[in-house]
Nanobody, 116 residues
Framework: QVQLAESGGGAVQPGGSLRLSCAPS?????????FGWSRQAPGKSREMVAS???????TYADSVKGRFTISSVFANDTVFLQMDNLKPEDTAVYYC?????????WGKGTLVTVSS
């Protein structure tokens, strides 16, 4: 079974940047997939932050437009999230996902903390 693994989380001051990465920890065979990043802040429900389809078309939540950039190397099923101008309200556990026609795969998450 395919497992996704996130990396790149950590603590940063407001206005700082982080780059999250996600790759399969086992051999994957995605033929048609949409990759995404979601986040869950303490006491809140999970929300989609960004997604990208195989044509390279990205979609962003209004709260991160102009600050976050999603990209992917579909040849090896990796996906990235460049986060700039981070704000305290961006503090959350970030999860990557791979949505296929059969099911959606999730990683275990990586914590991002934005605080002065």
């Amino acid at each position: 079974q395919v497992q996704l693994a996130e990396s790149g989380g950590g603590a940063v001051q407001p206005g700082g940047s982080l780059r999250l990465s996600c790759a399969p920890s086992s051999r994957s065979t995605f033929s048609r997939v949409v990759f995404g990043w979601s986040r869950q802040a303490p006491g809140k429900s999970r929300e989609m932050v960004a997604s990208i389809d195989m044509s390279g078309t990205p979609t962003y939540a209004d709260s991160v437009k102009g600050r976050f950039t999603i990209s992917s190397v579909f040849a090896n099923d990796t996906v990235f999230l460049q986060m700039d101008n981070l704000k305290p309200e961006d503090t959350a556990v970030y999860y990557c996902s791979a949505r296929t026609s059969a099911r959606t795969y999730w990683g275990k998450g990586t914590l991002v903390t934005v605080s002065s």
